[in-house]
């Protein structure tokens, strides 16, 4: 009976483009070492995809040459890069002590009971995300939101919940953020 030749793993296609590659490399210059790269490559996957594959992090780690928990280290540390894509419109309902003490946990329930889903995920239709923040610095506006594009919402109560998801459902504005 002759022996089977080693099988190689199928190969995983990239997702990085080569010009995406290129915008990290060209990066080099501009810091001390490869490693200090790390952040910045992240935020440019983000700003592709609007989130950072598990695929990706990996390329990232061999373009940096460092190890893939390197930069998952980096990317768990902040929590602003999802492994799954985002909606279109991405709100954080604020819980901080201020949000807190005047229902904010009790709005993020209202707008994810009323969207269908659990704080983190993205609605079926892809068009928004629901978070929670700890902070959003606007606490003289308690309880409060703010979306990715800059627009901020507060005081809230449910009605004004509503209203935002309705106005946030219809998808990014490049306006000044209102309160």
């Known amino acids: 009976m002759a022996a089977e030749a080693p099988t190689r793993p199928p190969q995983k296609t990239a997702i990085l483009t080569e010009p995406l590659k290129e915008r990290i490399r060209a990066l080099f ?3 001390p070492s490869k490693r200090a790269v790390t952040l910045p490559a992240l935020h440019m996957v983000h700003e592709h995809y609007r989130c950072v594959p598990l695929q990706a992090m990996a390329e990232i780690a061999e373009i940096l040459e460092i190890a893939p928990a390197e930069v998952h280290d980096t990317m768990s540390f902040y929590g602003f890069f999802p492994q799954a894509p985002l909606g279109d419109v991405r709100v954080w309902v604020c819980r901080s002590i201020s949000c807190m003490l005047r229902g904010g946990d009790e709005l993020l329930g209202h707008a ?8 983190g995920e993205t609605t079926s239709d892809g068009k928004l995300t629901v978070e929670f923040a700890e902070c959003l610095g606007v606490c003289d506006h308690a309880p409060a939101a703010l979306a990715d594009d800059g627009r901020v919402y507060g005081p809230l109560d449910e009605a004004g919940v509503d209203a935002m998801l309705d106005e946030l459902k219809k998808g990014r504005k490049d306006e000044a953020p209102h309160i």
């Open 29 to 31: 210059p501009r810091y």
């Open 112 to 119: 994810c009971k009323r969207l269908g889903i659990e704080p």
